[in-house]
């Protein structure tokens, strides 16, 4: 896993992106950026240099189901991978963000280790499957 | 009963009649008069209080993560600043076991600091969940008012249905114990045994 890979981060409430901004940093991932909800994150998914994103679910404006839609859609992004990090605990939700193609979840409120043990298995599964 | 006695009566009834309708109409007043005032200020009060909560919270949960955030690297230097320690004064360090013992001590120290920073920052997560809750209520209250004002709210069923959905589609908010949510998982185990079964 590559530690310099940048990483967006995507939730409304800043707090919560400061609270996974320096776990990441204890992780070794000091190379992020922030938005505030699928909107303003879309243009900088057009960089093409985010490695891996990080979105919340419930947001205004654009929810995170619809981005991890949008990325998916995308032919630049679509092998993007993301991890989604939110308080929404319903199966159907769940089978959702499945269905369109996320590659972690993580349920708020969460620790830590859980957070690292998601990102490790999504990259050894990614560097398994190429 | 001759007629003057009737007629007696029948004015008492009248009059009974009248007096409850006026009992009901002014207590009819005196609700809108007190709705008025639900409407026009109590409502709104309690929106902007919500509102004064979330950015009470946020900013108390900032200022925390700000310490934490200074605090982190001076707990980390503590603990680099004695393995130089130990270099430097490797010949003191082998005369006198205490020295050892001490510096050990301030070590051990130093990495619990550094784990409760960890907590504390975790616990910050309370502003996330809890400021989603707040602006679902906040968002309650502002419906109410709507509802209670001279223009009145969209009572049509199938409009009320439409907002349902596009409220539910940005999410449902964080998951209640005291609500029955049997599609709720019940945390990150049943999370990652879900996936697992969908091969992920």
Redesign the interface.
Known sequence: MDKSMKILIV?D????R??IK??LR?LGFSNTVEADDGDSALPLLKGGDIDFLITD????NM????LLKHVRANPATRHLPVLMV??????????QA?EAG???????????Q?LEQKISKIFERLAMAS | MDEASQDWQSAREELARITAELRETLATLRVSAQLAGLVKTDLPDAHSQLGQVLQLTEQAAHDTLTAVESSLPLARGIGEQIGEFRMQAADALARDERLVALLDGIEASADTVKVHLGEVLMAQGFQDITGQIIRRVAGLVQELEECLSDQGCDIDAAARQVRKDAREAHGRGPARPDADRRDAVGGQQDVDELLSGLGI
């Open positions: 939730d409430f800043s707090t919560m400061r609270i320096n776990l204890e679910w419930n947001m205004p929810p995170g189901i619809e939110t308080a929404e605990a319903s199966r159907e939700q769940i089978v499945a996320v590659n972690g979840y993580v349920i708020k409120p969460f620790t830590a859980t």
